[in-house]
């Protein structure tokens, strides 16, 4: 059976809900135990090992990162970062890669707010899914800043 557009979408915007709430834990669960997540620092680079990486984080470092998320006096997030993210343009790629079901590209923006300082990101988010019993898991996810070749101050809160 083909994957379900709206399915996918109501799938993104829940997962753009739960780290906007901070459930940093319920996101964890929506990836597999072999997923990653890659925020590439060069534009179209094409993997994470030749270069460094903005954010390359296996199964176990993005337990790592939750953890310290999670933690009530973590230096980074002393106060949180409040956090609103829009998901749009969702498409299906044509074709599944790095072990995933299907490919699903979108849009993104995220306001972050913390220390009377707002900053905007944007850019292109892919996700690896596996079906997982009448929903979907990730596999991988991939966030394409628009200006990763940018200065930035300490990305802490996930995309």
Known sequence: MAPDPQDIEAFLIHEARLLDERRF????????????????IE????????TVS???DDRRLLETRIRRLAHPSIHAQTPASRTSRIV??????DQAAGGADIVIRSK??????????Q???GGTCRHGLVDADGSYRI????VDLVNCDAMHDGINVPF
């Open 54 to 56: 903005l954010i390359y």
């Open 88 to 93: 749009a343009n969702v498409t299906m790629e």
């Open 25 to 40: 834990e319920d996101w964890l669960g929506l990836f597999t135990d072999d997923g990653w997540y890659w925020v590439p």
């Open 108 to 117: 993104f923006q995220m306001i972050e707010y913390r220390r009377d300082k």
């Open 43 to 50: 534009p179209d680079q094409d993997n994470p090992r030749d």
């Open 119 to 121: 900053r905007l990101f």
């Open 139 to 142: 596999r991988w996810k991939r």
